[in-house]
């Protein structure tokens, strides 16, 4: 097997920068940054499209392209005229997930109806879709579990052929009778199917099985099973249908099979650079019409990579083209890319919140309107609208400029995996490996608040009074951290919501599993992302293991009999709770404490320490549990007791604590959405300063590894910014003196109120099971007032690249 790096050097992209630098310069001009340090430069015109776009169906003669919108808010069905690239019609369609094809007489469209566990069929009359017919599969969710995936075609012996994601398994079913011909076992999650040229035969993408099945369509069984990359999502097929090329999402890469011998002939890496790292996300797949050219949807990388695959066995990196927000989907249709991008052009602003005001309005725009939110701005449903790029497809000389583009675009580079920016004599090493004075992290999990919520209020930064809801009377000691230490307000989290957030707050990434799959749970339509196939890769914890760092963790990912992975087995205090709001923060506060001086004692401290403090959550305005305020202040007062009892202990010197919260999905933000308060505390720590460079999740856990001498999990830490201007070359060993709560930590919210009846049938045993927008309404009302007003929206794109803070290194 041959591996084809698409590495791109530099000698003719020079030559391509001399002679089109105007032309990468008209492009660039209207870059768009991102809040994770990444950039996005589209290429083509677009169309505006639905809540997370997974997959474009294309009908027999190009008339007609279809679009599944799959995300939390409204999920919709888009018709599209390819001739004049305009809608057609948009339907909406209450459960739905990636499965959509035309009939070979363009009179139909099939598509996948989620966890309704059926089949929709719309019939396409005077272009606008109408359901016309169901295909039953099992009974709705939550009493089923099918949730139909990839679906295939076979007219002309009237056969629909399905892959499911949560009973793993393919339907055969008959398109006349909706008789279940044949179910099969997947032995993992099906993500789609694909039929040869001839209909003999049948391939399917086992997302959670790192394979492809092959089904003998005449025997009706599965005739044999090929090994691919991580998390193999869609697939295309050379025109004879000699040569499959799976995307795997996990791996970076595509496998080319010969489908003839069945085995694999060369695998594409279609990374920027050589890496084995995550983070490209290589999950959509399209042939140019001649064959000879295979481009390929990079998500995570905001590009396609471009393959020359006209020599099998043999191909060549041809370059790379840049797109939008997390591309899905990628279709060829005569001299045109389409591609679906997951999230749009942009990140924006909430400072209307995720709060819906009483007036409905649609969330979903007509066609001409700009598509994005009118009046819900949910981070996880509804402000990240995804859009259609439409791209000529490009000549030599026009993807040299794309390249460049998209190199531009990317901080990552392979040098940044072994050395990060920084300054000499700094306690954040530059080199991976070089020694550090400090040597004990302590790493804190919170819950989903804004930067604007909490320390909006503070002057020193960039914040929003009118935004705030738990300003310094409620979170003293947040306060008195960040203006006795480091005040961050230029930091972003990197998760959208919880089932996503602490996987990058742990492990720099999520998978296209979890990506694509916890819109389902928070929309309240489905299981959604669990199971191994939702784990990273790798965590912090597991590069620990390997470079020889001592570690222990406390709630998060382990907690009681549940060890989410592995590594952690024997490294977790059984007794400390995971997410429980009827425990208090300051309860798991002693039960750390008496854990850490124990270790203390015994000189046994690990270097590693992580910890979950999940109580600034809260739960609404049940009647007779905690009001917002006194869960908010009980998370206060465990952060200042916990900092103070570490700054008054023996290792406080070589210590340093960073606090976050995995996303910021449940508040408002007038500059992002995604901007989320992050403490930082120790001996080497700055007192009294205000650092403006723009930082993520990842710049935390980059900042982690460089300390303990730790290399890079994911191409997202590895491009992240390490937070070493936050750091002085000389130790200040003054202790931090946590304040008393100013607000009665026993205070429950009444009963009989409006709020309290809204409150009342809300699930708060699990991380954001409750409808998100409910729960937002009902802190903002509780805090504010009943009648309070929510501030206008502002629609702005984010393109705060602030710049970095001045260099000097001096206290």
Not at 122 to 134: E, G, P, Q, S
Not at 412 to 433: D, F, I, L
Request: proline content about 6%; charged content about 20%.
């Amino acid at each position: 097997m041959i591996k084809k790096i698409a590495f791109l050097f530099v000698g003719w992209m020079g030559m391509a920068s001399m002679l089109y630098a105007q032309d990468l310069a008209r492009l660039e001009q209207h870059r768009v940054h991102l809040p994770n340090g990444w950039a996005l430069t589209p290429a083509g015109t677009s169309l505006p499209l639905g809540d997370l776009p997974l997959n474009i169906a294309v009908s027999s003669t190009r008339r007609y392209a279809a679009v599944t919108n799959n995300g939390q808010s409204t999920q919709t069905i888009q018709l599209i005229d390819v001739q004049r690239d305009r809608q057609l019609d948009q339907v909406v369609i209450p459960k739905s997930w990636c499965g959509i094809a035309f009939s070979a007489d363009e009179k139909y469209l099939y598509a996948s109806g989620g966890n309704d566990n059926w089949i929709l069929r719309y019939a396409i009359r005077n272009n606008k879709l109408t359901v016309t017919d169901t295909i039953k599969l099992g009974v709705p969710w939550p009493e089923g579990a099918v949730s139909p995936a990839g679906i295939a075609l076979d007219d002309s012996r009237g056969l629909l052929y399905v892959v499911t994601k949560e009973d793993n398994s393919l339907y055969v079913v008959d398109l006349r009778s909706h008789r279940i011909l044949h179910k099969l076992s997947l032995s993992g999650e099906g993500y789609t199917c694909l039929l040869s040229p001839d209909k003999s035969a049948l391939y399917v993408s086992v997302w959670g099985g790192k394979k492809v099945m092959l089904y003998n369509t005449r025997t009706n069984v599965f005739s044999d099973s090929i090994a691919v990359g991580d998390h193999p999502n869609d697939l295309c097929l050379s025109g004879d249908g000699r040569y499959l090329y799976v995307s795997n999402a996990n791996d970076n890469s595509v496998s080319v099979i010969d489908t003839r011998s069945r085995k694999v002939l060369e695998t594409l890496n279609a990374a920027l650079y050589p890496t084995r790292l995550s983070g490209s996300t290589s999950n959509g797949v399209a042939l140019s019409d001649d064959g000879k050219t295979l481009y390929i949807a990079n998500a995570d990388n905001n590009c396609l990579a471009v393959f020359d695959v006209s020599r099998p066995g043999a191909s060549v990196s041809r370059g790379f083209i840049p797109t939008g927000w997390y591309p899905t989907c990628v279709r060829v249709i005569g001299k045109k890319l389409y591609v679906a991008n997951g999230k749009g052009f942009s990140s924006f602003p909430n400072p209307q919140g995720p709060n819906p005001t009483d007036k409905k309005e649609k969330v979903i725009a007509h066609e001409g309107d700009s598509a994005q939110p009118k009046a819900v701005q949910y981070i996880g449903g509804g402000l990240l609208m995804g859009s259609l790029s439409i791209i000529p497809l490009p000549t030599e000389k026009q993807l040299a400029v794309y390249s460049q583009a998209v190199y531009h675009n990317t901080p990552y580079n392979q040098k940044e995996e072994s050395e990060a920016s920084g300054a000499p004599g700094n306690p954040v090493p530059r080199r991976v490996g070089d020694p550090s004075p400090i040597k004990h992290v302590f790493y804190v999990i919170k819950e989903n608040r804004t930067y604007d919520q909490v320390l909006g209020d503070m002057k020193e930064g960039n914040g929003d009074t009118s935004l705030v809801l738990f300003g310094e009377r409620i979170t003293p000691n947040q306060h008195a951290i960040a203006r006795q230490f480091v005040l961050l307000d230029n930091f972003y989290v990197e998760g959208e919501v919880s089932a996503d957030g602490h996987n990058w707050s742990m492990g720099a990434y999520a998978t296209d599993f979890m990506e694509k799959n916890w819109p389902t749970s928070y929309g309240r339509r489905g299981k959604g992302a669990s199971g191994p196939t939702a784990l990273n890769k790798e965590y912090i914890w597991d590069q620990a293991s390997r470079s020889g760092v001592s570690f222990r963790t406390y709630g998060e990912f382990a907690s009681g009999k549940n060890v989410r992975i592995p590594v952690l087995k024997g490294h977790y205090v059984r007794h400390y709770p995971a997410f429980n709001l009827h425990i208090a923060d300051t309860t798991r506060y002693r039960i750390w404490e008496k854990d850490f001086d124990s270790l203390v004692a015994a000189h046994a401290l690990p270097q590693l320490m992580t910890v979950y403090f999940p109580n600034d959550h809260t739960e609404g305005v049940k009647a007779g549990r905690p009001t917002p305020f006194a869960h908010v202040a009980d998370n206060d007062l465990a952060i200042g007791m916990f900092l103070e009892h570490i700054s008054k202990s023996p290792v406080w010197k070589e210590s340093v604590v960073f606090v976050l919260e995995d996303d910021a999905q449940n508040g408002p933000d007038h500059v992002d959405a995604h901007r989320s308060p992050a403490y930082i505390a120790g001996g080497y720590v700055k007192r009294h300063f205000v650092d403006h460079t723009l930082y993520s999740t990842s710049s935390i856990i980059r900042t982690i590894e460089l300390i303990l001498g730790m290399p890079p999990m994911t191409q997202y830490d590895a491009a992240a910014t390490p937070m070493w201007r936050s750091f002085a070359a000389h130790v200040d060993t003054t202790d931090f003196n946590s304040l008393p709560a100013n607000v009665d930590l026993k205070e429950t919210s009444p009963g009989g109120t409006p709020l309290a009846r809204m409150s009342a049938d809300l699930d708060f045993s699990r991380e954001d099971v409750i409808p998100d927008q409910i729960m937002n309404n009902i802190t903002w009302k509780a805090v504010k007032g009943q009648d309070a007003v929510m501030p206008m929206p502002v629609r702005a794109a984010f393109v705060r690249p602030v710049k970095d803070t001045d260099d000097d290194d001096d206290d």
